[in-house]
């Protein structure tokens, strides 16, 4: 053999090398690592999940379960969710009687709960998600759709421009990045387990609302739940908008027990 022909196959064994070289550094810290990344991304986001599953169906049942009868009985919200109930500050509950001020307060306060709570698992769920490239799951993807759908009634202001008259309707929305702030607010950090303030700190903070009148983070949920008009307030269609939107969100989550026991409140 001649020295260039040698020279030759040294020169295409040194190539063949290089590129063999090449190819397993691009598996190792390429391809490898994205596979391994995507097993444990994929993990994380199921144990995220699991973490938030329940929470998000019990607090979105229990706002159903009292947007159900606000909606059935859309009077309780004109004579009920008034501005002076909310003000009142009665001490006991002095009759067993539906218009017990003591009662009428609970009523509101409640539900003003119920609303903020679910905004606050959304939030946490939310600030946990945000950190994982989970949005290419299938599940993941219908789940920030009904979040979407549960945001659109109490944000859009372009869903009352389909009545041909609605600058004469009365409307107030609250916007996202409101719900955002909302949800912030109700988020209590223990140590190192992060959960949602109580009813009774939740009661606490209505009372600073109450007592100094500044603007708060509840003002667009007081705002939103107070003073109801007989006739023409498209609030009443938001929260229709918003009572689907927490079904499909359950349905999501757990569909036996929407099926077993969520289903039934869905509305004609």
């Known amino acids: 053999m001649e020295l260039k022909d040698y020279l030759g196959l040294t020169v295409i064994g ?3 090398t290089t590129i ?8 190792k810290d390429f391809l490898f690592v ?10 994380t986001l199921k144990s995220l ?38 003000n ?14 003591y009662f009428l307060k609970y ?13 606050g698992w959304l939030e946490l769920y939310r600030q946990e998600m945000t950190f994982l490239d989970s949005h290419s799951t299938k599940r993941t993807i219908k789940l920030l759709e009904i979040i979407e759908k549960i945001r659109i009634p109490l944000a859009d202001g372009q869903l009352i421009e389909e009545k041909k008259d609605w600058t004469t309707w009365k409307d107030i ?15 209590e950090n223990n140590k190192e387990k992060r959960s949602i303030l109580g009813y009774g700190k939740f009661q606490e903070m209505i009372d600073g609302y109450l007592s100094n009148d500044k603007p708060t983070r509840l003002r667009p949920t007081i705002n939103f739940f107070l003073d109801y008009n007989n006739k023409k307030d498209f609030r009443q269609q938001r929260l229709k908008l918003l009572h689907d939107g927490l079904l499909d969100l359950v349905e999501c989550l757990n569909k036996e027990l929407y099926n077993k026991q969520v289903k039934k409140l869905r509305l004609d």
């Open 88 to 101: 009142s500050t009665p001490r006991i509950q002095a009759s067993n009687d539906a218009t017990d001020p």
């Open 34 to 43: 994205r596979y391994f990344d995507s097993i444990r991304e994929k993990r």
């Open 49 to 86: 999940l699991k973490k938030y599953n329940d929470p998000l169906v019990l607090s979105a049942i229990e706002l159903i379960r009292r947007l159900n009868e606000l909606i059935k009985n859309y009077s309780t919200l004109t004579s009920v969710f008034t501005t002076d109930n909310f």
């Open 173 to 187: 929305l609250i916007f996202r990045e409101e719900l955002r702030a909302i949800g912030e607010g109700m988020i």
């Open 14 to 16: 040194a190539v063949i």
């Open 107 to 119: 009523k509101i306060v409640s539900t003003l709960y119920r609303f903020c709570s679910l905004l």
């Open 20 to 27: 063999g070289s090449l190819i397993a550094l691009f598996l």
